[in-house]
């Protein structure tokens, strides 16, 4: 077995050695794309490089089966292949610690089931969506969330309406951050009010030194990490601060992720944030409008994505599972924009560099 030498971001931040620290202090964990070919079928060639490629980059974990690996693998009996063969990529190519995240979705058997697998799998933790759950109240949402948080330890999420989510209000939130089990919370409504609805959730169950609040928040994923979040209690001031990223925009241009996170990490222990920090927040949010497609309603998210790991020769096409998912008209040309107006935030010459050791 090959160990392959880099620098995790884990390393940069004082965080443990045990998985489940490493979500709890925080870090980069990219949402895992899947690797397809021009038959829509799994290329597990390319699938291995994209793994390689995120440990190559210094991520902390690896989030697997989840929105950008398209839910749809699950129909596609694809869900237990993928998660096995990123955790067994990771296993062979590092001996670093690393927290790998499942996704577990539909009803309460199925992400029972799923937890089991993942668990078996190596994975830590599981981020758990509640979009199969659409239309239930706030007593079966919770029960269905603590039934799966007896399987593994669990994150929730927050996913937007725009792609298959629920809005969960403060009520619900306060209620799942009191699950025992539960370790982290994904918020990715992408609406500030709804992310506040989490914040005062956590701080309201008293839980906010025992969930760890991850932005998934593509929209404004600078903001998220340097700013303190103040909501009251009795009374009095609880600050909650986002400890790390669980994000589909990072699964691209990672190394640049890494690094911002770094530097984020490092600002907002200071009393004051650089103004040149903070305007990389519009310029990230820019490159994730092109990447996620907001002009035609996130249609394209996930082959957006796809495009930009493919003009780096990590991927051969844009396919997903359903061929009526792909590239929306113009978006290439937003990608093209972004590229010309925002290249230096890029890991082009990294992947020019790694890519062949990868595909080995």
Not at 37 to 53: C, F, I, S, V, W
Request: contains cysteine; charged residues 20%; glycine residues 8%.
């Amino acid at each position: 077995m090959t160990i392959h030498e880099n620098t995790p971001v884990s390393d940069q931040t004082g965080q443990a050695d045990d998985p489940l620290n490493i979500i709890r202090q925080g870090t980069v964990i990219p949402a895992h794309p899947l690797a397809l070919d021009a038959n829509r079928k799994l290329d597990p060639r390319r699938q291995r490089a994209l793994t390689r490629y995120y440990l190559d980059a210094g991520v902390g974990g690896l989030a697997v089966g989840v929105h950008t690996t398209q839910f749809a693998i699950r129909e596609n009996g694809l869900y237990s292949e993928v998660l096995g063969l990123a955790s067994e990529t990771a296993a062979k190519w590092t001996d670093r610690p690393l927290a790998m995240v499942a996704g577990l979705a539909g009803p309460t058997r199925q992400a029972a089931a799923e937890a089991q697998t993942a668990k078996s799998l190596g994975y830590h933790a599981g981020l758990l969506s509640l979009a199969a759950l659409k239309g239930q109240d706030t007593d079966a949402l919770i029960a269905h969330c603590a039934t799966v948080a007896q399987e593994i330890p669990l994150i929730g999420f927050y996913l937007q309406p725009a792609v298959g989510g629920l809005h969960l209000d403060t009520q619900f939130w306060t209620r799942f951050a009191a699950i025992p089990n539960v370790i982290a919370i994904k918020v990715a409504p992408f609406h500030r009010y709804r992310t506040l609805d989490v914040v005062r959730g956590v701080v309201a169950a008293g839980a906010e030194n025992r969930v760890s609040l991850y932005t998934g928040n593509d929209d404004h994923i600078v903001l998220d990490l340097v700013t303190p979040y103040t909501v009251m209690r009795q009374g009095k001031p609880v600050t909650v601060r986002f400890v790390g990223g669980l994000l589909g925009h990072w699964s691209v241009w990672t190394k640049g992720a890494v690094e911002l996170f770094r530097r984020c990490r490092e600002a907002a222990s200071e009393p004051s944030v650089d103004a040149d920090l903070l305007a990389l927040d519009s310029r990230v949010t820019d490159c994730n409008a092109a990447f996620f497609d907001v002009a035609n309603d996130f249609h394209g998210c996930i082959a957006g994505c796809h495009e930009v790991l493919r003009r780096q020769g990590l991927l051969e096409g844009t396919w997903c599972l359903d061929p009526h998912e792909g590239l929306s008209p113009g978006q290439s040309a937003e990608i093209d924009r972004v590229l010309e107006q925002h290249g230096d935030l890029s890991d082009d010459a990294f992947v020019a560099t790694n890519l062949e050791r990868w595909l080995d």
